[in-house]
Each structure stands twice: as C-alpha cells, then as structure tokens.
C-alpha cells in the first residue's frame, strides 16, 4: 500500500528538480544574453570616447542592481513565527506581537496606542477588520451577482468574474496587512483555492447547494412581476442561479481569505471551511435580497418595452461581434427557448 505514495513523492522530487534546474538555466542563459549585449553596446559606445564604454557599464550596471533590489523587495515575503497549536502555548504571545506589528491599527480601535499589545488587543482590533474586509467582499460580490445573471456562458462573464474573485482575496489582504508582500499575498491567494471545495464536487453541482438559500429570497409575488406569467418563471429562476452562484464562490472566497489572514492557532485552521461556508450563506442570502427587486424589475420592464416577439427580430451575432451584442443574443435565445418549451409543455396536458 505505501508503494504507490512511494512513487508519487519520488515523482514530486523529480519534478522539483527539474524545475529548478530549469530555473538555473534561464537565469544563466539570462544573464549571458545581457552582459554579451551590454558589452557590445560598450564597445559602440568606447568608441566615441575612451571612456564612454565605462561610464555605460557602470550606468548599465547601476540600473540591473536597481532592477533586482525592487524585484526582491516585491518578492520577498516577511518571515513568520510558527502558528501556535492552541490558545494556550508559550509562543502564543511572540505571535500575537508579531501580528500587531504587521496589521494596521483600526480607527475605531478602543486602546489604539496601548504598548505591548497582547493577545485580547489582536483579537479586538481583527473584529474591526473584519467588518471592513466583509463590507469590501459584499460589494464585489454584489457586482458578480449581475456579471453571473447577464453574462453566464461568455469569456466577458468568466474573465471579469474571475478578476472579482482576485480583487476580494486582494481587498481583504491589503485591510488586514500594513505592508503588502506580492509572495505573501500569493500564499493566501493558494489557501483560498485550497480550501474552495473546488475539489468535492464540481462548479456545475454548486447551484444545487445554493438553490435552497436564493429561492427563500425570493418574494412570493415574483411570478405577479413578470410580463409574461409563470412562461418567464425558469428564465428568471436561471438568471438568479446564476448570479447567486457568482456570488457564492466570491464570498466564499472572500471569507476564507478573511479566516486565513485572522489565524491565531492551528485550531482556527481546522474550522475555516467551516466557519467560511456558515457565513457565506448568510451573507449570500443577504446580497441576493438586495439584487432581487433590481434584476427582476430590470428585466420585467425591457421585456415589456421590446416585447415578447420582439425577440424573433434578434439574430446571432457575427465573428467578433462586441460584448454586449453577445450578451443580448444569449439572453434572448434563452428566453424563447424557455417559452417555447413551456408552451408546447402546457399544450401536451390540455
């Protein structure tokens, strides 16, 4: 039984060798390709002056070191303590200064120039964090309601959903950390993806879950708002699924990003997926609550203003069409699919 774990980190061992044999040979190839260009572009340059060739090596040189002190400076990643088991281990409090020296001191802060900040003051200070980060989350996710209702199934819809996502992770990295560090902001950009439940079942099994929370959002007069009755019912119900799953995996992100960046103990880290995914659905909930009458009086009134067989005169757009065109096309589609099949279904019981 240990064989196969055996050869998977024999694999893994090979893989990390070769790529960082890979690496060294870049950086050496690299490396040749710019001192044989600045040598050449010396030596034209010598010959204008005896000393011109030196003064460009030496400017040339100046500049290289400048380059790599800042690409280090935005790689580099600030060393930290060891996450302590519990809340009661000896190094809880070298780590609970280490993290009042990282994160900013919130306005609303009751003791904001306490020296020796202790555990009590991290705690305090972290809730007033949270509520910015949340209030940060709640507002991309909000925007991703919409990109996920009007643009499912187009790259415009995938792209700037998946850019949301990083600006939450990013929004909720930049509130709780004084200093940013691009290496670390990667290592909780790694956390999240790891702990996004990506990997138990797939994207398409998420609206499954979430159906439940978005339909107890809905008002028992949404099919009293449509132009057309109960025929727009599953085109409206697709557009809030899919809004509501946008919305879901960027809050989902959002909060696990705000777990990770508030732990304090290796037993925090065993309950952020489910802390995160408790949360999420309240503030789920609450965002789709706010989307609701925006969506469906946007929709109710176009509707009423194209009319209904007003959508025969939409044709699919060309190649390279521009966004919004694509957008329209696949919303009309959609709709008189749904009514047509609803039509031939209530034709069937009569």
């Known amino acids: 039984m240990l064989e196969p774990v055996n050869k998977s980190a024999g694999m893994k061992r090979k893989a990390h060798l070769f790529l960082y044999a890979a690496l060294v040979a870049v950086t050496l190839t690299g490396a040749l390709f710019i001192i044989n260009q600045v040598s050449a572009a010396a030596a034209l340059v010598g010959r204008l002056h005896p000393y011109a ?75 007033f964090l949270e509520v910015d980060a949340l209030n940060a989350t709640k507002q991309i996710a909000s925007k991703n309601f919409f990109v996920g209702a009007f643009a499912q199934n187009t790259s415009y819809g995938t792209t700037t959903s998946l850019m949301n996502i ?14 940013q560090h691009l ?23 998420i609206p499954a879950h979430i159906k439940p929370i978005v339909q107890s959002a809905f008002s028992n007069t949404l099919s009293s708002m449509l132009p057309a009755g109960n025929l727009l019912t599953p085109f409206f ?33 065993k309950e952020v997926m489910q802390h995160s995914m408790f949360e999420t659905s309240f503030l789920l909930k609450e965002i ?16 009423k203003k194209a009319g209904i067989e007003s959508l025969d005169t939409v044709q699919n757009p060309p190649s390279g069409s521009g966004i919004a065109q694509e957008i329209v096309s696949h919303l009309a589609t959609s709709l008189k699919h749904i009514i047509r099949e609803n039509i031939s279904i209530q034709k069937n019981e009569d």
């Open 53 to 127: 060739g030196i003064v460009f090596i030496l400017l040339s040189s100046a500049v290289l070191l400048a380059v790599f002190f800042h690409a280090f400076l935005l790689f580099r990643a600030p060393k930290a303590p060891e996450l302590p088991e519990q809340e009661n281990s000896g190094s809880m409090a070298s780590y609970a200064s280490w993290l009042a020296s990282r994160m900013p001191v919130h306005p609303q802060h009751p003791e904001p120039n306490k020296k020796g900040k202790d555990l009590r003051w991290v705690r305090t200070n972290l809730k």
């Open 166 to 179: 990083f600006r939450v992770v990013w929004q909720v990295y930049r509130i709780h950390y004084r200093e």
């Open 183 to 205: 290496m670390e902001f990667l290592r909780v950009v790694r956390a999240v993806y790891t702990y996004l439940p990506l990997s138990d079942f797939r994207k398409e099994d």
């Open 237 to 269: 119900l697709n557009l809030f699924i899919a809004g509501a799953t946008n919305t879901y995996l960027t809050c989902l992100a959002g909060i696990i990003a705000i777990r990770q960046c508030q732990l304090t103990t290796e037993e925090d880290r």
């Open 288 to 303: 789709v609550k706010e989307c609701n009458p925006v969506l469906s009086v946007t929709i109710s009134n176009a509707v």
